[in-house]
């Protein structure tokens, strides 16, 4: 009986119990409940200029936060992160500056929610986060200028460099051994099958 389709399918759950190890490396079970895990200004500890405090919003009402800008001719990096998420929340990000001018208005309904902003000088930006949800929740606002030259990425013992690349690694190994998994059991299956029909042919 030929052996491929096993040899295969081994090699795939090999991949897969990696993958598996490499999660629990990062994040250990023991402590997999505990707010620092999946904090994400601990993940990305050294990326941020400036980290907000909570900010407790209550149903139907906003809360604010500005921020002054430091460079210009960059772009300027900023998150919204809903600490205590649950199913159902959601807020509207609106930005603008001190002259008024608009930045945007930006939907939420996820527990993180990233993205860029280009500035061309130095400017202060005032975050008014709405909560449209029916419940309390606290959030706070990340802001980096110039992600690209953070110390997050060009330091090797950052905490991004320690939990997001493993897990990224994580993942890649994650898909090619289900999808190598699923090939040797197709395999397996279609030697069975050829097997079988030789038996019947004598």
Do not use: C
């Amino acid at each position: 009986m030929k052996k491929r389709g096993p040899i295969i399918g081994i090699f795939g759950l090999i991949l897969v119990i990696i993958s598996l190890l490499i999660i629990v490396s990062v994040f250990p079970t023991s402590s997999i409940t505990g707010r620092d895990d999946f904090y994400i200004p601990s993940m990305f500890e050294g990326m941020f200029n400036q980290i907000s405090d909570d900010i407790q919003i209550l149903p139907g009402e906003s809360g604010y936060f500005s921020y002054s800008t430091k460079s210009s001719n960059v772009p300027l990096l900023w998150g919204v992160q809903i600490i205590d998420y649950q199913d159902g929340d959601k807020l509207s990000i609106s930005i603008s500056n001190v002259y008024g001018d608009d930045y945007g208005v930006f939907s939420q309904d996820g527990p993180i929610i990233f993205e860029m902003l280009d500035i061309t000088k130095s400017d202060t930006l005032n975050f008014e986060i709405q909560n449209h949800g029916s419940r309390i929740i606290n959030t706070l606002v990340m802001l980096s200028e110039d992600p690209d030259n953070s110390d997050a990425l060009s330091n090797t013992n950052s905490p991004f460099m320690n939990k997001i690349l493993p897990l990224a690694i994580s993942g890649i190994l994650l898909i090619i051994g289900i999808v190598t998994l699923l090939i040797g059991v197709i395999l397996s299956l279609v030697d069975w099958k050829n097997i079988q029909n030789n038996k019947r042919n004598f």
